[in-house]
């Protein structure tokens, strides 16, 4: 393995929860929705605009709220999440000690710019990262390859010698999709939920796993 590419939310932090409770608020309070908290925690990938296309339809906004909606969804989850934000444990290790052994590291996620420098700035780990892809950078996020491809292309790293890191079964689609494997960090969907993807290497609760030593 040549490279690492990070997924942001669930997997370097544990915040699904927090990014569905604020997309439901988003849907039932502003939005005039009904959905249940079992119907939103699936829809918890990709773009904001994509979340809101496959829950209201194609025609319902126009850019300029899809990007308003965006924003504000994003300041309600930085609000109720900032007390917890914290690497999952054993993360800031292992990123120090891929950074000494010179491996390219990068992250590939479906959040806005806003999200990724609330986290990387809070926590100060910007250093670590060589390419940071986010929702700005791809015209179609997870599922969709094109977020890995670009981590791989910017790390200057084929994509089969990259490894990803993901939480969720559409972002390990993603990894599949751009022929890379990919470990699954358990922090918001079980083993079972990933059956169908052979590219599964191994699933962790954090990065205290013993598998992490393997890799470096
Ligand atoms: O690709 P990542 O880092 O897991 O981010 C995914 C999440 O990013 C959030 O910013 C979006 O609002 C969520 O809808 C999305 O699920």
Request: overall charge negative; glycine content about 6%.
């Amino acid at each position: 393995m040549k490279a690492f590419i990070f997924d942001l939310n669930g997997t370097m932090i544990h915040d699904m929860e927090y990014h569905t409770k604020a997309w439901q608020h988003i849907f039932n309070h502003e939005l005039g929705g009904n959905f249940t908290w079992e119907e939103v925690k699936p829809q918890m990938y990709g773009k904001n605009g994509e979340v809101l296309e496959r829950m209201f339809g194609p025609d319902r906004f126009t850019a300029e709220e899809i990007e308003q909606l965006s924003v504000a969804k994003e300041q309600r989850y930085q609000d109720e999440f900032r007390p917890y934000l914290q690497l999952l444990p054993g993360l800031a290790e292992f990123l120090e000690r891929a950074y000494q052994q010179g491996i390219p590291v990068a992250i590939g996620s479906a959040a806005i710019p806003f999200n990724i420098d609330f986290v990387l700035d809070t926590l100060d780990i910007r250093r670590y990262f060589r390419a940071i892809v986010s929702a700005d950078d791809v015209t179609l996020s997870k599922p969709h390859p094109e977020t890995f491809l670009k981590a791989a292309a910017q790390l200057g790293v084929a994509p089969a010698d990259c490894l990803v890191f993901e939480d969720v079964p559409k972002g390990a689609e993603a990894a599949q999709n751009a022929g890379m494997n990919t470990v699954i960090l358990t922090t918001t969907h079980q083993p079972h939920e990933f059956a169908h993807l052979p590219n599964v290497l191994h699933f962790a609760e954090d990065f205290t796993d013993s598998f992490f030593q393997t890799l470096l």
